[in-house]
């Protein structure tokens, strides 16, 4: 159990842990991870025979990581002091580790929240949309993310190297777990309102963008891929759309400015998918993340100097059709150009030419990155 100030309610929740131990035969021990309290929790702990040990650097992660490195058992069931979780009815978790495991989570949503046990915002807001992103980012069989109650076979948490020290801790476990194809299963919890009378340490909009935040950048796909092929892809089509000339859409017309706009999305279409790529083979060398197949054969194929004839063939397209847009004014005594015209070869040219510039630069950094894996 992490502990902050929890005087009020440690002893409670600690005495439910000790009878469900002692009810079903179990030889297990209460680990309080007390992360700096000032109100007498961990008098209270050592009093009632649980192991206390002193977590010096703030933040509900860093108490998990150190409860979790501290616990001796096989398994390990971690959960709020606060009362908000039965730990006298733990079959359910118990029962499915023994099955096999190795992440057994609480699902608040289908064991039932009691009146008054978690905020409006978060039941209808916070906690859905992170968990429905959870599952479309990653895949996870998990319909609560941010249940603070689960249990797990603890050599294979330890394995998977958690890192966030707050409370997007929740988060990280349950990602990494789903990466690293762990056997996943989920246990219907009742939370009931706290026993506390002071403010809960979390902060809704913080720890929602922290958590939020983690899922982007744990999903380069999400963060940068999509978006990328899509803004990519709308901009070419835009691009050759526009190019023999004005475009009618209804009473509207597109033409050169729009143009400009496609040209835009191209340039930051193509650098979104770079990155993509780039923090994917990052991501999988700092071994936050499993190796991809698809990197694996793209880091195959594609060589430093595929790319830098691609980006030099790309240069010289733009060069060329920039030639022709100089040729093109020349035949005017270089004098004033109508820009509706004039523009439908300097910005094919200028794009053309920034892509080859980015590609070159792109295939030596996705090269020194393999020099990295390498």
């Given at each position: 159990?992490?502990c902050?100030?929890?005087?009020e309610t440690?002893?409670?929740?600690?005495?439910k842990a000790?009878?469900?131990?002692d009810?079903?035969?179990?030889?297990?021990?209460?680990?309080?991870?007390?992360?700096?309290s000032?109100?007498?929790?961990?008098?209270i702990?050592?009093?009632l025979?649980?192991?206390?040990?002193?977590?010096?650097?703030?933040?509900?992660g860093?108490?998990?990581?150190?409860?979790?490195?501290a616990?001796?058992?096989?398994?390990?069931?971690?959960?709020?002091?606060?009362?908000?979780?039965?730990f006298?009815?733990?079959?359910?978790?118990?029962?499915?580790?023994r099955?096999?495991?190795?992440?057994?989570?609480?699902?608040?949503?289908?064991?039932?929240?009691?009146?008054g046990?978690?905020?409006?915002?978060h039941?209808y807001?916070?906690?859905?949309?992170?968990s429905?992103?959870g599952?479309?980012?990653f895949?996870a069989?998990?319909?609560?993310?941010?249940?603070?109650?689960?249990?797990?076979?603890?050599e294979?948490?330890?394995?998977?190297?958690?890192?966030?020290t707050?409370?997007?801790?929740?988060?990280?476990?349950v990602?990494?777990?789903t990466?690293?194809?762990?056997?996943?299963?989920?246990?219907?919890?009742?939370?009931?309102?706290d026993?506390?009378?002071?403010?809960?340490h979390?902060?809704?909009w913080r720890?929602?963008?922290?958590h939020?935040?983690?899922?982007?950048?744990?999903?380069?796909?999400?963060?940068?891929?999509?978006?990328?092929?899509?803004?990519?892809?709308?901009?070419?089509?835009?691009?050759?759309?526009?190019?023999?000339?004005?475009?009618?859409?209804?009473?509207v017309?597109?033409?050169?400015?729009?143009?400009a706009?496609?040209?835009?999305?191209?340039?930051?279409?193509f650098?979104?998918?770079?990155f993509?790529?780039?923090?994917?083979?990052?991501?999988t060398?700092?071994?936050?993340?499993?190796?991809?197949?698809r990197?694996?054969?793209?880091s195959?194929i594609?060589?430093?100097?595929?790319?830098?004839?691609?980006?030099?063939?790309?240069?010289?397209?733009?060069l060329g059709i920039?030639?022709?847009?100089?040729?093109f004014?020349?035949r005017?005594?270089?004098e004033?150009?109508?820009p509706?015209?004039?523009?439908?070869?300097?910005?094919?040219g200028?794009?053309?030419i920034?892509?080859?510039?980015?590609?070159?630069?792109?295939s030596?950094?996705?090269?020194?990155?393999?020099l990295?894996?390498?």
């Amino acid at each position: 159990m992490p502990c902050l100030d929890e005087a009020e309610t440690i002893g409670i929740c600690i005495r439910k842990a000790k009878h469900y131990l002692d009810s079903r035969g179990i030889a297990g021990e209460i680990v309080i991870a007390d992360n700096g309290s000032g109100d007498g929790s961990q008098a209270i702990a050592f009093g009632l025979g649980a192991r206390v040990i002193t977590v010096p650097q703030r933040g509900y992660g860093a108490a998990l990581m150190a409860g979790i490195a501290a616990a001796l058992g096989t398994y390990v069931i971690m959960g709020d002091a606060d009362d908000s979780y039965d730990f006298s009815a733990l079959d359910p978790f118990v029962s499915k580790l023994r099955q096999g495991c190795d992440l057994v989570m609480g699902n608040r949503f289908a064991g039932g929240i009691e009146p008054g046990a978690m905020p409006f915002l978060h039941k209808y807001l916070g906690n859905p949309v992170l968990s429905g992103l959870g599952r479309l980012f990653f895949g996870a069989p998990v319909g609560d993310f941010h249940c603070g109650l689960r249990g797990f076979r603890r050599e294979a948490i330890v394995d998977l190297d958690l890192c966030t020290t707050g409370m997007e801790f929740a988060s990280e476990m349950v990602v990494k777990a789903t990466l690293q194809q762990l056997r996943i299963d989920e246990a219907p919890t009742t939370l009931s309102p706290d026993g506390r009378t002071r403010e809960p340490h979390l902060r809704s909009w913080r720890d929602g963008w922290r958590h939020l935040r983690f899922l982007l950048l744990f999903s380069p796909r999400w963060l940068f891929f999509y978006p990328g092929a899509a803004l990519l892809t709308m901009g070419l089509a835009t691009m050759l759309w526009l190019l023999p000339g004005p475009q009618q859409i209804g009473t509207v017309t597109l033409d050169i400015h729009t143009l400009a706009y496609s040209a835009a999305a191209i340039i930051c279409g193509f650098q979104a998918l770079a990155f993509s790529v780039f923090a994917r083979t990052y991501a999988t060398m700092a071994r936050l993340m499993p190796e991809d197949p698809r990197l694996t054969q793209l880091s195959t194929i594609f060589s430093l100097e595929i790319g830098i004839v691609a980006g030099v063939v790309l240069l010289l397209g733009g060069l060329g059709i920039s030639a022709y847009a100089v040729d093109f004014w020349g035949r005017t005594a270089f004098e004033g150009l109508d820009p509706v015209v004039s523009m439908r070869f300097v910005l094919p040219g200028v794009t053309a030419i920034v892509l080859g510039i980015e590609v070159v630069f792109s295939s030596f950094f996705f090269s020194v990155l393999g020099l990295a894996r390498q």
